[in-house]
C-alpha cells in the first residue's frame, strides 16, 4: 500500500524512521523503484501477427514462428495466435533491440496463451543469446512446455520474462549458461522441472562458480514441483551471483530448497524479502550469506531457516522480520562466529518439537536482537536478546504442517510491538506500513490503537476519538494514552518495551492529567474484550502549529507493571 499524496502527515512522522532503517545497512541503494523494467513501457514500432496455419503440420507452424523471431528488428513486437507451435530444430533467440527500440515475443491474446514446445526432450525450447548476444527483449504470456531447459540463458542483458507458464521441461524451468546482467523475470508460474536434473525449477549461475547472474530481479513469481518427480530446489543463485533482487516469490512442494541463494565472493551483496515458502523435503531456505534476507516467510521442512559455510565462507549476511515456524527446527545458523556484518534481528523462531534457534558453535561477534523464540535454543551468545513466545496461537491462523500460513501476529501477542527499528525496514512482507513499536516477524499486526481522524485545523482545533483493541489477555487492565508533539523515534524503554514516544512537554501533560482539561477518559479500565474508547479535545491553535504532529500511544498495565504498549496514534495540524 503506497502512501496516498494527502497523507503527508504520516510521511513526516515517519521519516525518521525511514532513515534510521537506511542508516543501520539493512536498506540497499542499487534496488530499482521497480521490479519492473524502465525500458520497457514504449509502444512497438511495429506489430507483427502470426496465427496458426491449419493447413500445416505443427512443425511447419514451429518454422513459421521460428522465421518470425529471427527476422525481428528493434521496435518489433510479435504476437503470437493460439495454438500449439512445435519446434523441431534449435531455436536460438539472438534478436537485440535497444532501450529505446525493445523487442517484443508475446501473446496475441493475453489471457490466451500459445503453446510452444519442442519434439526432442534433450533440447531447450529457447535458447537466448547462445550463439550472439540478445538485448533489450522481452517475452510474456507464452506458455512453455516440453524439451530440456524451457528457457535457457546465455549472453543475456535486459531480457524481460514476464507472466508465462512453464511447466514440465526434462530440464530447469529457466536457467543461465553464461554471464547475465539485468535480467528481470517476473509473475510467472514456473512448475516442475525435469527428473534427470538435480538442478532448481528456475537456476541461476554456476556451481562451479564459472559464470553468474546480477544486476538481475527474480519477483512475484509461483515456483513449485511434483516433489517425487523432480530433484532441485525452487529458486537458486549459485556462488558469485551478486546484486539479486529476490522478492515476493511463492515457493513450496520442492524436494530441494524452497529458496538456495550462496554468497557473491565479495562482489556487494543479494536481497531476498517478501518470499513465502513451505513444504521443503530439505531445508526451506538456505542463504549462506553476503545477503539481506527480511520479511520472508518459511514454514515445514526439514529445517525452516539455515545459513553457514556452503560453496564458501559464511560471511555478511542480515537476518530481520522473518517468520520461520518449523516441526522441526526453525533456524539453524553454522559458522557464524567471528564474521563481519553478522545479524539475526527481529525473527520469530516456532518449533513445534525442535530448536527454536540453534547455532553450531559457541558464537562471538553476532548480533542477536529482539527475536521470540518458541521452542529449545543452543548456543546462543552471550548478550543475546530473545523473548519467549506462547505458541501458534501468537499468529491469526497457521498450522505446523504449512496448510494455514496466516501469520499475522496476535494483537498485543509476544510479537506485537517488541522489536528493534534500528534493523528493520519501513513495509512489512505485503508491503504494509510498519507502525511503532514495530512488531517481529515478517507481518505487522493490526492497529491496536486507532484513531477516526489524523488531522485537525488550528483555527478550529477540533476532537479525536480513539478506540483501544488490546484483545481479551488484557482484559480488565489499566490503560494510560500518553502523547508528544516532537517525534516517534528513539523512544524510551518502559518495563522492556519500546514507548515510540520523545518525551517533552505535551507528554508531561499528558502524563500529569490524565482525564482532565482536553484529555478525556486517557486513563481507566479497559473492559473484558480489551477494549476501551476515549476523545481528545484539541483548542483552537496558533497557525504556528500548522504541521505539527501530535502523537499518542496507550500503556497497558496491571499495577504498576507494564504489560502492553499500542501503536502511536498520529494527530496532524493543518
Not at 510467472?188 to 527428473?195: A, E, I, K, L, R
Not at 546462543?380 to 536478546?385: H, K, L, S
Amino acid at each position: 500500500m503506497l502512501i496516498h499524496p494527502k497523507q503527508v502527515l504520516f510521511s513526516t512522522a515517519f521519516s525518521m524512521f525511514v532513515a534510521t532503517c537506511a542508516a543501520s545497512g539493512v536498506a540497499q541503494s542499487w534496488l530499482p523503484a521497480s521490479v519492473y523494467p524502465s525500458w520497457a513501457g514504449g509502444s512497438p514500432s511495429r506489430t507483427i501477427t502470426i496465427d496458426i496455419d491449419l493447413t500445416k503440420t505443427n512443425i511447419e507452424n514451429g518454422a513459421r514462428l521460428k522465421a518470425a523471431i529471427d527476422a525481428l528488428v528493434p521496435g518489433d513486437a510479435l504476437l503470437i495466435g493460439p495454438g500449439r507451435w512445435l519446434f523441431s530444430s534449435k531455436i536460438d533467440v539472438t534478436v537485440q533491440g535497444t532501450a529505446a527500440k525493445p523487442i517484443w515475443i508475446g501473446s496475441k491474446y493475453p489471457l490466451v496463451r500459445p503453446l510452444i514446445t519442442h519434439v526432442d526432450a534433450k533440447k531447450n525450447v529457447f535458447n537466448i543469446g547462445e550463439a550472439s548476444p540478445a538485448r533489450y527483449l522481452v517475452l510474456r504470456n507464452l506458455e512453455i512446455t516440453g524439451g530440456s531447459n524451457l528457457i535457457s540463458l546465455a549472453d543475456c542483458d535486459h531480457v524481460w520474462i514476464h507472466a508465462c507458464s512453464l511447466h514440465d521441461g526434462a530440464g530447469a524451468g529457466i536457467s543461465t549458461q553464461r554471464d547475465c546482467s539485468h535480467i528481470h523475470i517476473t509473475d510467472n508460474v514456473v512448475t516442475n522441472s525435469g527428473p534427470s536434473t538435480s538442478r532448481a525449477v528456475m537456476y541461476f549461475g554456476s556451481s562451479t562458480a564459472a559464470h553468474a547472474i546480477s544486476w538481475s530481479i527474480i519477483a512475484y513469481n509461483q515456483v513449485f514441483t511434483a516433489s517425487s518427480v523432480s530433484m532441485g530446489a525452487g529458486i537458486e543463485l549459485e556462488q558469485g551471483c551478486h546484486h539479486n533482487w529476490m522478492i515476493g516469490n511463492i515457493a513450496f512442494e520442492t524436494n530441494d530448497a524452497c529458496i538456495r541463494v550462496d554468497g557473491t565472493n565479495g562482489n556487494g551483496i543479494n536481497v531476498i524479502e517478501r518470499n513465502t515458502c513451505w513444504n521443503s523435503r530439505a531445508v526451506i531456505m538456505q542463504v549462506q550469506g553476503e545477503a539481506v534476507v527480511r520479511n520472508n516467510v518459511c514454514m515445514n521442512g526439514v529445517v525452516a531457516f539455515s545459513s553457514g559455510d556452503q560453496a564458501a565462507s559464511a560471511t555478511n549476511i542480515q537476518v530481520t522480520n522473518n517468520t520461520f515456524i518449523n516441526s522441526g527446527d526453525a533456524v539453524r545458523l553454522g559458522q557464524w562466529s567471528g564474521k563481519p556484518n553478522m545479524v539475526f534481528a527481529n525473527n520469530a523462531c516456532y518449533s513445534e518439537r525442535g530448536n527454536a534457534l540453534r547455532f553450531s558453535e559457541t558464537t562471538t561477534g553476532v548480533v542477536v536482537v529482539a527475536n521470540v523464540v518458541y521452542g529449545n535454543t543452543v548456543n546462543i551468545p552471550v548478550g543475546a536478546e530473545l523473548m519467549p513466545g506462547n505458541g501458534l496461537q501468537d499468529f491469526q491462523n497457521v498450522r505446523w504442517d504449512g496448510i494455514l500460513r496466516n501469520v499475522l501476529p496476535t494483537v498485543a501477542g509476544p510479537l506485537d510491538g517488541r522489536g528493534e527499528v534500528l534493523y528493520s525496514t519501513p513495509r512489512d512482507a505485503v508491503g504494509y506500513q510498519r507502525k511503532l513499536p514495530l512488531d517481529i516477524g515478517a507481518l505487522e499486526s493490526q492497529a491496536s490503537l486507532i484513531s477516526d481522524v489524523t488531522e485537525i485545523p488550528a483555527m478550529t482545533g477540533g476532537e479525536q476519538r480513539l478506540t483501544i483493541h488490546a484483545g481479551p489477555s488484557h482484559g480488565g487492565r489499566i490503560y494510560l494514552v500518553v502523547g508528544t508533539m516532537t517525534g516517534l523515534l528513539p523512544g524510551f524503554d518502559l518495563g522492556g518495551y519500546t514507548v515510540p514516544l520523545v518525551p517533552d512537554a505535551w507528554f508531561a501533560f499528558t502524563l500529569t492529567n490524565a482525564n482532565r482539561e482536553y484529555l478525556g477518559e486517557t486513563l481507566g479500565f479497559l473492559d473484558q474484550s480489551g477494549r476501551a474508547d476515549l476523545t481528545l479535545f484539541m483548542p483552537p491553535m496558533s497557525t504556528s502549529m500548522i504541521g505539527t504532529v501530535f502523537a499518542h500511544v496507550a500503556l497497558i498495565m496491571d499495577g504498576v507493571n507494564v504489560r502492553y504498549v499500542t501503536n502511536a496514534a498520529l494527530l496532524g495540524v493543518k
